[in-house]
C-alpha cells in the first residue's frame, strides 16, 4: 500500500508545476550582468535629458515655492481657522505612505522568504528612500519661522528650548529620521556587491575609483559574503518593526487628539496597511515604465507585477474594512461629535474628495480579484495610479473634513488651497524623479546578486544532470562571456 | 465528494464530518497512540464541566462569566487555526505542510464550539447589560439614552442572527479546508491545490469581517457604552499568536509518543516560533496603540475601559498581563536558541497560551467584579471543561486520518526544509 501510494504521490507531485521561473528568457547569470549594467555605463540616452530636464524643472517649482514662501510665511498657503492643517501635512503622509513599500518587500518579504522579491526590491528601496525625502520637505517648511525649525531636534541649547517630548509630532521627527537612516543603510549594504561588479566592468578610471570606494573593498570572498548576508538579515529583523513604527506613530499625529474623525484607535493598524497599500501601487507605476524602458522585462516579469497586484487588492480591501468599521464605531459610539464627523464627510462640503478616495482605494482596486486584470499591463497602470490618487485622497479627507467644522460652529469654514499649495506638491513630484532618474542613470536598479541567487543556476545540483555528484561533461564548457567575473 | 471518502452519521458530524481515512495513510503518519489521546482530555474537559455546572447551580453570574471566558478562548484558538490555513494555501506555503494537518483537524471545531455555546445562549441576561429591556425603554427610570441608542444593533434577535451567520461562514470555510484536504490523502486529484487556494481566498475576507465583529460581539459589549475600533484587531492578534502555540505543542506531543519523527523537525519548530514571537509583538503593539490612544485622549467614555482595569486590586493582574504578556516573553523568544531547544519552546508554548487565556479573562473578568479583582474557581473549571472537550474531539479527529496531508504536492518541500 505504501509503496503504491508513495509512487502515485510522486507521480502527482511530479506533474505539480503552479509556480512560475522567476527569472524568464533563459538567461544566464552574466545575461543579468549584461542586462542591469548597461543602463550605468552606455552613452546617456537623450530620451534621458529630456526627463531628467521635466524633473528638475519641476525641482525648481518646488523651490521657487518654498523660496516664496519663506520670504511670505504661511499666509500664502491656503491655511485658515479651523483648518489649521492642510496641504504640507497631507503631502507629509502621503509621501511617507509610498516610502513604505521598499522597506517592507526588502525586509518583510525577506523573512518570509519571498524570492520575488529581489526582482524588485532595489528599485523599490531606492522609491522609499526619495519617497521619504520628499515628505521630510514638509515639516520642514511648514513650521512657519523658519529659523526655528532646528528646535526639533533634541539639541541642547543656551535658551534651555527643549522639544515637547509629549508631542507625537516629535516623535515623527524620531520615527521618520529613524526609518530614512535604516532604510537607506539597508539599501547601501545590499548595493555593495553590485557595484564591485559595476568597479570591476569599469573602463575609465574615475568610474573605477568611485564605485572601487562604494563597494568598499568587496571581492567577493567567501567571508564578505557571510558577514554581508549576516548583516541583511539583521538590518531586515531591524526594519521589519520600522515598517509598522512609522506609520503607526504618523497616525498618532491624529489620533491622540480629540477631533472627531481623528481620535480612534484603529488608526495605527490602518495606516500601516493603507501606507502599503499606496507604496506598492508606486512600485507597480515605476515598475511598469521601468521595465518597458530598460528592457527588464525577464527579470521584472508579469508574475511580480501579479504579485504585487495581489497585495494591493489584500491591504486596500484592509483599508477599506477599516473605513466601514470606522463608520460603523462612530454610530456605534452614541457619540455626537463622531457621528457628526462621518456623516459630514459623506455628504457635506467634502463628499466629493471622501468618494474619490472609497471608490479608489475600495472599489477599484477589487477588480484585482479578476487573473485576467491582475495581469493587464494598461488595467494595472491604471488602477495603480488611482490608488495613488485615492490614498492622497484620504489623507484630504482626513486631515480638512474632521478639522473644517469642529466644535464651534462659528468657526466652520471651506479650506482651499491656493496655487503655491498645489506647485509645491507638484514640485515635489519634480523632487522625487530627479532623484529617481539619477539612481537609474548610476545605480544598478535590479539586485543583481539577489536574482542570480534564486535563479536555478544557483542550486549547487545544477549542473549534475545525471544526478551522480558530477558536472555533467557538456556544462563546463565556459564560454569567454561566462568567464567575466560575476 | 469523491467514493473514498465517506460521510459520518449526521451525528458523528458534528465531531468530523468524514469516516477516518487513517488506514490509507502512509505507515509514517498514522496515528499510533492509544485512546487516552483523546479520552484523557474528554474526561478533564467533563469532571471540569461537572465542576462548572455546579458554578451554575449556585453562582450562575460567575459561571456564565467564566464559561464565556472558556469558550471564547478556544473560539480564538479555531479562529486562529482558520487564518493560519488559509494563509498558507495563499501563499503556496512550502514550510508548513507537514504541520498543517494540526490546524486543519482543529478548525472543525466551530460546530461543536455552536453546541457548547448554549450556556451563553441562556446566561444572555447575565452577561449582557444590553439586553435589560428597561435600559431602552423611555419610560422607565433606569432608561440609557446611549444604550437606547445602539438598540437597533444589540438586541438579542440580531445578536442571534449575527452569531449564526459567523458559525455558518466558519463552519462553511473550515468544511471545505479540512475535507479537500483529507480527500487529498487518498485521491490525489490535480484540481485540489486550486481548490483549495480559492475557498482560502473566499474565505480570508469572511474570516475577516466575522472575526473582527464576532470578537466585538462576543467581548467588547460585555461593556456596552465603550468601544474602540481597533478591538477586532486585537481579538484576532491573540488567536493568531495563540495557534502557533498551539501547533507546536500537539506536534511536540505527538512525537514524544513516537509519531511524525523526522518528519517534523526543529527547522518547523522554529519558524513556528518565529511567528509566536511575531505575533506576540504584534498584541504588543495594538494593545498599547489602544491604551496609548485612550489614555492621551483622556475621554471619559473611553478611558472607562481602562479605569475598571486599573483599580480595585485589577491594576495588579493589568501589570501582570502587561510583564507575561509581552516583556517577558519577548526577551525569551526573541532568541534563536528558544526556538529550536524544543524544551524550551514547549514552555514558552504554554505560556503563551496560558497569557492568552488571561487575556481574555482580564476582558471579561472586571466586567463582572468591577469593585474588587478575584478570579474564580470556576474561571479555571469552565476553562478546563470547555477546553477539554474541545482538544478531546480534536485529537479523536486526528487519530482517524493522516497525521499530515500526505499526498500535497508541496509535501517533499517541507520535508527537506531548512532555514537558512
Partial sequence: MSTASTEKTLAYTADFHDEAPLVTGDLTFHDITEIVSVHTEKKTPLAWYGAFSLALSGLMIMIIMIAYLFWNGTGVWGLNNPVGWGYAIVNFVFWVGIGHAGTLISAILFLFRQQWRTGINRSAEAMTIFAVICALVFPGIHVGRIWAAYWMLPIPNQMDMWPQFKSPLLWDVFAVSTYFTVSLVFWYVGMIPDIATLRDRATSKIRRRVMGVLSMGWTGANRHWRNYEKAYLLLAALATPLVLSVHSVVSFDFAVSIVPGWHTTIFPPYFVAGAIFSGFAMVVTLAIVARHVYAVK???????????NIIILLTGSIVGFAYITEFFIAWYSGVQYEQYAFTNRMFGPYAWAYWTMMSCNLFFPQFFWIKKLRRSIPFMFVISILVNVGMWFERFVIVVSSLHRDYLPSSWDYYTPTIVDILTFVGTFGLFFTLYLLFLRFLPQVAMSEVKGVMPQADPHFYDHAGDGHVAEHSVEVSPENEQPN | MSQTVKRSNPLMWLID???????????VYRFKWSQMAWMLPLAIGIAGLVISAVGWATDSRQFFFSYLIGWSFCLSLALGGYFFVIIQHLTKARW???IRRIPEALIWSFPLLAILGIPIVLGMHDLYHWTHLELIDPTSEFYDPVIAGKASYLNTPFFFARMAFYFLVWTWISFKLYTLSLRQDVDP???IPKQQRKISAIGLP????????????????????WFSTIFGVYFFAGSFMSIMAVIALVAMILQRNGMLRGVITTEHYQDLGKFL????????????SQYMLIWYANLPEETIFYRHRLEHGWEVFSAILLIFHFIIPFFILVGRWAKRILPVLAFMCVWMLVVHWFDIFWIVAPVLHGDHAMMSLYDVSAWLGVFGVFIGAFMYRLSRHALVPQRDPRLHKSLSFTNT
Fill in chain 2, 17 to 27: 464530518p468524514l469516516q477516518p481515512t487513517a488506514s490509507q495513510a502512509d505507515p
Fill in chain 2, 277 to 288: 514571537f511575531g505575533f506576540m509583538v504584534f498584541w504588543a503593539y495594538i494593545a498599547f
Fill in chain 2, 206 to 225: 469572511l474570516g475577516a469581517v466575522t472575526t473582527a465583529f464576532g470578537g466585538m460581539d462576543l467581548l467588547m459589549t460585555l461593556d456596552p457604552h
Fill in chain 1, 298 to 308: 525577464n527579470i521584472v516579469t508579469i508574475d511580480h507585477l501579479e504579485k504585487m
Fill in chain 2, 189 to 191: 486529484d490535480p484540481s
Fill in chain 2, 96 to 98: 508548513s505542510v507537514v
